[in-house]
């Protein structure tokens, strides 16, 4: 079975800008949880979206903002990215939003922003 | 809020020999659950052992266990027969009530061969 997947690997953009980073669960899975996770420090818990509603919000700016389509895969937008948001960015999949421990990490999406 | 330390931000051990990583958290909950998660050099975070706040027994995962001291809000793990492979980031979590993870800032484990 394919585990969770993320898409783009790297990305690289500009102050100011937008970007959406997506995120594919493990087949089965129906929570998709967020983290972004800066150089030297542990991962911040962002999002949890669980049947296409958000179940939990990390302290982020309203600048982010995520999604839960009917196939469970998800979607995280950043708007107006400021160089602080550079980071490597997780995402999570676990069969229920009560049962986020047992979660299962995709490989993460490294943005940069210049 | 929940916190969680690591106190130690690098950590090396010889090939075949016992490491511990500590971890101490600060909560006001009685119900809750620790974790350590690896993160090797390509970044895949998984998940290596759990532990159930209301359980007295030490989690144990083949050369992974922990000693886990309620009172003292105290994680530790220790890793017996280092492997090469054991080389990675190491990151303690903790989730309560909310069911939103809280994470160390990691340890830094190198294996030497």
């Known amino acids: 079975d394919a585990g969770v997947t993320q898409s783009p690997t790297h990305l690289i953009k500009t102050r100011g800008q937008h970007v959406t980073l997506r995120c594919s669960p493990i087949?089965?899975?129906?929570?998709v949880s967020w983290y972004q996770q800066v150089l030297g420090q542990g991962p911040q818990f962002i999002f949890q979206?669980?049947?296409?509603?958000?179940?939990g919000r990390g302290n982020f700016p309203d600048r982010f903002s995520a999604r839960q389509f009917p196939n469970y895969s998800s979607e995280l937008n950043v708007n107006a990215l400021l160089l602080g948001d550079s980071a490597l960015y997780l995402c999570?999949?676990?069969?229920?939003?009560?049962?986020?421990?047992?979660?299962?990490f995709g490989p993460g999406t490294r943005l940069t922003v210049t | 809020a929940q916190t969680v330390t690591q106190s130690q931000p690098e950590m090396s051990v010889q090939e075949a020999e016992t490491v511990t990583l500590s971890c101490t958290y600060d909560t006001s909950e009685n119900n809750y659950y620790l974790f350590w998660y690896k993160q090797p050099p390509s970044r895949q975070m998984i998940l290596v052992i759990r532990?159930?706040?209301?359980?007295?027994q030490n989690a144990t995962e083949n050369r992974f266990s922990v000693n886990f001291q309620k009172a003292a809000k105290s994680f530790s793990l220790k890793i017996s027969d280092s492997q090469l492979g054991d080389t990675a980031m190491y990151f303690c979590a903790f989730i309560g009530g909310s069911y939103i993870p809280t994470f160390g800032r990691g340890t830094s484990l190198i294996v030497h061969p």
């Open positions: 532990q159930e706040a209301y359980k007295q």
């Open positions: 087949s089965g899975h129906k929570s």
């Open positions: 979206y669980y049947e296409k509603e958000e179940r």
């Open positions: 999570a999949s676990s069969w229920d939003w009560g049962d986020s421990y047992e979660q299962y």
